[in-house]
């Protein structure tokens, strides 16, 4: 067994275990103070779920793959690495089609206030709604300021945090009563009520009266990014940042290994650990003073031979990726596609809605009017297309569907994915003036540009524990047990180790906050 693999030390001060965004973010600061660093991927390319590809052959579409949006990433972290890398704001927030007394219409939220409260309006008949809702997230707003800069920050415990935000009714509304007490005291309008309960669902199965809160902690970390709650276009496509990211460790002097699988992990439990790992050629071994591991909890115990976490992290989320010739057309001829489309375009999310499709898959069933939002990428950032593509017209939809849990693939996975497409599918038709299936692109094997993954596809290839986006249910940005998570909320039970994955606490979305707090809890005990 090689122990040096050809590596510059046999000894490093870190090592890191994963090369999504994450592991690079701890990279990068870990070298940037001098440390000797080296990152290990198994794959054979850095980025994990924050890549950009072109999954459609023959096309120059590079699209963001797994995730695609960003709103957590802290404008610090792209300052202090010095980043070549912006995002777009984008002119639309959402919009809703419905149908209300036999007539296609929708909820359009974006454009100015002037235009949103008109779309408030006509949709609900009087401004009631529109001012509930800036009430709403003007609430959310002053939340946000308050707790966004605590997420770099060693971690606060529960009573420090709400002394922070400094208002009770907010702090009742988002962190003790669940979110859909709230959504039926301050919202009257179904959809409306929907649109806002959303934002506690992405990649979260729960009710909206769910006692586990696990969907009040989901809507939070959606609505505080950058302090905002705002939700970007990465320019370039996710895979700009991980590219950047990358570049920005390696320039400060730590080593990325990949087609490097860290399959061990030993630890003397004080000072010094020992990292096994497997390439193509056989096995190595290298010694560190830390390792920080950018995985799930699930695999951090796999490598230390522990018990995994329990019960299992379970995701449940559709994510379909397409390519169209042109946008379609909507019923709802009061609103431009190039708008609709922009934003984030809800489909069958209304309240009473997404509550049935929960308890048909609570139940074993495949929801039968499955709810997803669909976004456009290349109407923020067209540089994610080829020139020619551009100049036909061509655009991107990126669609994320709700109320899917692992649980329902587990016994035909490949079935229940075309059957749940399809059905998707035929949710946004109903809303089209024309098929969506009609303005696919084809690649040049004249297949339609559309890919769907289950969260069982997610596990398979990113080794997303049950396909869960966040590694395990999102946890509040504080510390529950004063002797709990530890001062960054990274630790784990060894010294040598440290969790800078989504699974650490205030990890999930695309933030690099936990490879940030690992670095900095490194740096202090190294």
Same mark, same amino acid.
């Given at each position: 067994?090689?122990?040096?693999?050809?590596?510059?030390?046999?000894?490093?001060?870190?090592v890191?275990?994963g090369?999504?965004?994450n592991?690079?973010?701890?990279?990068?600061?870990?070298?940037?103070?001098g440390?000797?660093?080296?990152?290990?991927e198994?794959?054979g390319?850095?980025?994990g779920?924050a890549v950009?590809?072109?999954p459609?052959?023959?096309?120059?579409?590079?699209?963001?793959?797994?995730?695609?949006l960003?709103?957590?990433?802290?404008?610090?972290?792209v300052?202090?690495l010095?980043l070549?890398?912006?995002?777009r704001?984008?002119?639309?927030?959402?919009?809703?089609p419905?149908?209300?007394?036999?007539?296609?219409?929708g909820?359009?939220v974006?454009?100015?206030?002037?235009?949103t409260r008109?779309?408030f309006?006509r949709?609900t008949?009087s401004?009631?709604?529109?001012?509930?809702?800036?009430?709403?997230?003007?609430?959310?707003?002053?939340?946000?300021?308050k707790?966004?800069?605590?997420?770099?920050?060693?971690?606060?415990?529960?009573?420090e945090l709400?002394?922070?935000i400094?208002?009770?009714?907010?702090?009742?509304?988002l962190?003790e009563?669940?979110?859909?007490?709230?959504l039926?005291?301050r919202?009257?309008?179904d959809?409306?009520?929907?649109?806002?309960?959303?934002?506690?669902?992405?990649g979260?199965?729960?009710?909206?009266?769910?006692?586990s809160l696990?969907?009040n902690?989901c809507?939070l970390?959606?609505?505080?990014g950058?302090?905002?709650g705002?939700w970007?276009?990465?320019?370039?496509?996710?895979?700009?940042?991980?590219d950047?990211l990358a570049?920005?460790?390696?320039?400060?002097?730590?080593e990325?290994?990949?087609?490097?699988e860290a399959?061990r992990i030993?630890?003397?439990?004080?000072?010094?650990?020992e990292?096994?790992?497997?390439?193509?050629?056989?096995e190595?071994?290298?010694a560190? %003073?830390r390792? /920080?591991? &950018?995985?799930s909890?699930?695999? !951090?115990?796999g490598? $230390?031979? #522990?018990?995994?976490p329990?019960?299992?992290a379970?995701?449940?989320?559709?994510k379909?990726?397409m390519?169209?010739?042109?946008?379609?057309?909507?019923?709802d001829?009061?609103?431009?596609?190039?708008?609709a489309?922009?934003?984030?375009?809800?489909?069958?999310?209304g309240?009473?809605?997404?509550?049935?499709?929960?308890?048909?898959a609570a139940?074993g069933?495949?929801?039968?009017?499955?709810?997803?939002?669909?976004?456009?990428?290349s109407?923020?950032?067209p540089?994610?297309?080829?020139?020619?593509?551009?100049?036909?017209?061509?655009q991107?939809?990126t669609?994320?569907?709700?109320h899917t849990?692992?649980r329902?693939f587990e016994r035909?996975?490949?079935?229940a %994915?075309e059957v /749940?497409? &399809?059905?998707t599918?035929?949710? !946004?038709d109903a809303? $089209?003036? #024309?098929?969506l299936?009609?303005?696919?692109?084809?690649?040049?094997?004249?297949?339609p540009?559309?890919?769907?993954?289950?969260?069982?596809?997610?596990?398979?290839?990113?080794r997303?524990?049950g396909?869960?986006?966040?590694?395990r249910?999102?946890?509040?940005?504080y510390a529950?047990?004063?002797?709990g998570p530890?001062?960054?909320?990274?630790?784990?039970?060894?010294?040598?180790?440290?969790?800078?994955?989504a699974?650490a606490?205030?990890?999930g979305?695309?933030?690099?906050?936990?490879?940030?707090n690992?670095a900095?809890?490194?740096?202090?005990?190294?």
């Open positions: 067994m090689n122990r040096t693999h050809g590596f510059r030390t046999d000894l490093y001060d870190a890191i275990v090369g999504g965004h592991g690079l973010v701890a990279a990068a600061y870990l070298a940037r103070a440390r000797s660093v080296l990152l290990l198994r794959l390319h850095t980025g779920a950009s590809t072109r459609f052959a023959g096309i120059d579409a590079r699209l963001s793959r797994y995730s695609y960003v709103s957590l990433l802290p404008s610090k972290i300052r202090e010095g070549d890398f912006a995002v704001k984008r002119t639309v927030s959402s919009y809703t419905a149908v209300r007394d036999g007539r296609a219409t909820l359009l974006g454009g100015g206030e002037e235009r008109e779309s309006a949709l008949g401004d009631r709604e529109y001012e509930s809702w800036r009430d709403f997230y003007a609430m959310t707003g002053r939340v946000a300021r707790v966004f800069p605590t997420l770099t920050e060693p971690l606060p415990d529960r009573a709400r002394k922070r400094d208002d009770e009714t907010a702090w009742r509304a962190f009563e669940p979110l859909g007490v709230v039926e005291d919202f009257a309008d959809l409306v009520r929907g649109v806002v309960l959303t934002d506690g669902l992405i979260t199965f729960a009710d909206a009266h769910d006692p696990a969907q902690r809507f970390y959606h609505v505080i950058g302090g905002t705002d970007d276009v990465p320019v370039g496509g996710m895979g700009a940042l991980t950047a570049g920005a460790a390696l320039a400060a002097g730590a990325i290994a990949t087609g490097h399959v030993d630890t003397d439990g004080a000072d010094s650990a990292v096994t790992f497997r390439t193509a050629a056989g190595g071994r290298i560190c %003073r390792v /920080l591991v &950018a995985a909890p699930r695999e !951090l115990a490598l $230390l031979c #522990e018990e995994p329990s019960p299992p379970e995701g449940a989320q559709l379909v990726n390519l169209l010739r042109r946008l379609p057309r909507l019923r001829s009061a609103v431009d596609p190039r708008e489309f922009a934003g984030t375009f809800h489909i069958g999310e309240y009473a809605e997404l509550a049935r499709a929960y308890a048909q139940s069933e495949l929801p039968a009017a499955p709810p997803s939002e669909i976004y456009c990428h109407l923020t950032d540089s994610i297309l080829g020139p020619e593509l551009v100049e036909r017209g061509y991107t939809l669609l994320f569907g709700l849990p692992a329902l035909a996975n490949e079935e %994915r /749940l497409l &399809a059905g599918v035929a949710q !946004l809303h $089209l003036a #024309e098929p299936m009609d303005c696919l692109a084809e690649d040049e094997d004249g297949r540009c559309i890919e769907a993954r289950t969260p069982l596809d997610l596990d398979r290839d990113l997303l524990p396909g869960n986006i966040f590694h249910e999102l946890s509040w940005p529950d047990d004063p002797g530890g001062r960054w909320g990274v630790e784990t039970g060894h010294r040598t180790v440290l969790l800078c994955g699974g606490v205030r990890g979305g695309v933030s690099g906050i936990p490879g940030h690992a900095m809890a490194a740096l202090e005990t190294l």
